[in-house]
């Protein structure tokens, strides 16, 4: 047989399905054959290493605006952050300006990535309205590759009323897609908040109060009874409650078709952070936000137990410096979003396989195959199998890295994880055959990212 252009040999290939000792042939762009001495125009030594999937983290925000600032990376920035970390690919969103259609939208948030993105990328479409106009925009949508769909139960500009979710999942359940939801109750966020801010509470301390679990909870269930009853597939975004994850979990029970998303920030850390002194709690503002350690450990238990199925990162990085500081005075002014697109396949390893919580074949299901399922990419994305495209990870399970700001690529002045010990960490990463990292610097070219067209959602 022809040498293949690349083997990476000796290697522990770990999928969802199994975990085996084989050599990986690569012909251009493509997994061509799985075997043992396969033979290579050029070789990768993979011995000691597990060579996964390329990573699919499902939810990022970069260069989003929100307010007077954007999130700080690129995707220039974002997408090499992103390929030192191990995944190769990233679901971003169009968020169309009011006037604008979504097929102008969509043209011009994929204009901003294409040539700069290094890794590949899909576009989730954001649904602000719900009139006829852009809901007649859903099922070309879906054939054009943007088959998911987000919309907001909170947030003013972005808040959908019952009638417009209903909306909502009605078309795009009928066009084939997913509706992501961002599910919060406005009305218990927003009296929280009066109820600390007239108790002079303005300091970050007071964000996870404001953002009661029971907020959560309420519009999980409230989204999961509208879906079912417009029969649409519904994908809760950035779970953080053990109440969101079990509503979940009994919708599934009953034989609904939904799924669950949680975050390295929920898994890792705790609402005890926002206890920092001085105005440090702001690294951690996100929406929703830090939990109780129970929450924490309900998380886990739903991961390994299935019910929950995805993990994305909900990157959306603000610098501490000029950015979270606009809220000083009122933490309500707080850019939300933390940082955390690099580290997601690491931290999962350290915090998931190695504390006993998940399988390696879990591990990599969470972090690249249920959401390339998902969201239509699978198996060119998210498989070892032949005619997959090439994106692999080399990650050496006995590395021990500090986890430090300075280390990451990330555009941002600090990690949420600063001083972190991991046990396990990416030393090599492909996308589509090429190596883009190495021992945690970028050796790829700039851009080369494609955008991919997302099929219909397939159950994980
Ligand atoms: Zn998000």
Request: aromatic letters at 6%; a negative charge.
């Amino acid at each position: 047989m022809e040498p293949f252009d690349l083997v990476v040999q000796n290697g522990t290939l770990v999928t969802a399905g199994e975990t085996v000792r084989a050599d990986i042939g690569i012909r251009g762009e493509q997994i061509a054959a799985l075997g043992q001495g396969l033979r290579g125009r050029e070789t990768l030594d993979a011995g000691g290493l597990l060579v996964l999937p390329g990573g699919v983290d499902p939810h990022v925000h970069l260069e989003m605006p929100a307010g007077a600032v954007r999130s700080s990376d690129d995707f220039v920035t974002g997408s090499i952050a992103a390929a030192c970390g191990g995944t190769t690919t990233l679901l971003d969103f169009v968020e169309p300006e009011p006037g604008e259609t979504l097929a102008q939208a969509l043209q011009a948030r994929r204009a901003q990535a294409e040539g700069r993105a290094v890794v590949d990328f899909g576009l989730h479409m954001t649904l602000t309205d719900t009139r006829p106009p852009a809901l007649a925009e859903v099922e070309p949508l879906v054939a054009a590759g943007v088959s998911s769909f987000k919309v907001y139960t909170t947030y003013d500009g972005f808040r959908l009323d019952d009638a417009g979710l209903y909306a909502a999942l009605e078309a795009v359940g009928q066009a084939g897609g997913l509706v992501m939801v961002h599910a919060e109750n406005d009305v218990i966020v927003g009296q929280a908040r009066r109820a600390l801010l007239a108790a002079g509470r303005t300091g970050p301390q007071a964000h996870p109060l404001s953002r009661p679990a029971a907020a959560e909870g309420e519009a999980v269930e409230r989204m999961l009874a509208l879906a079912e009853t417009a029969q649409a597939p519904v994908y809760i975004v950035h779970t953080s409650t053990r109440r969101g994850a079990e509503a979940i979990a009994r919708a599934r029970g009953r034989g609904q078709v939904a799924y669950g998303e949680t975050c390295p920030q929920y898994l890792v850390l705790t609402e005890a952070e926002y206890a920092r002194p001085g105005f440090e709690g702001a690294k951690f503002v996100c929406s929703p936000p830090l939990r109780s350690e129970a929450d924490r450990v309900a998380l886990w238990r739903a991961l390994a137990n299935g019910q929950l199925q995805s993990v994305g990162t909900d990157h959306c990085p603000f610098f501490y410096r000029g950015a979270k500081e606009l809220g000083r005075e009122l933490f309500t002014l707080i850019p939300g979003g933390i940082p955390g697109i690099e580290a997601r396949l690491a931290l999962l390893y350290t915090w998931g396989v190695r504390a006993g919580w998940i399988s390696p074949g879990r591990w990599v299901e969470l972090c690249s195959t249920a959401p390339a399922r998902l969201f239509g990419l699978y198996p060119r994305k998210g498989s070892l199998l032949p005619g997959a495209d090439a994106d692999l990870v080399l990650f050496d399970p006995q590395r021990r890295v500090t986890l430090r700001q300075e280390m990451l690529h990330e555009n941002v002045d600090y990690t949420p994880y600063e001083g972190l010990e991991l046990h396990g960490y990416p030393v090599a990463t492909l996308r589509r055959g090429q190596l883009l990292a190495r021992e945690g610097e970028y050796v790829g070219p700039q851009g080369g990212g494609r955008f991919l067209a997302c099929g219909r959602p397939q159950a994980a």
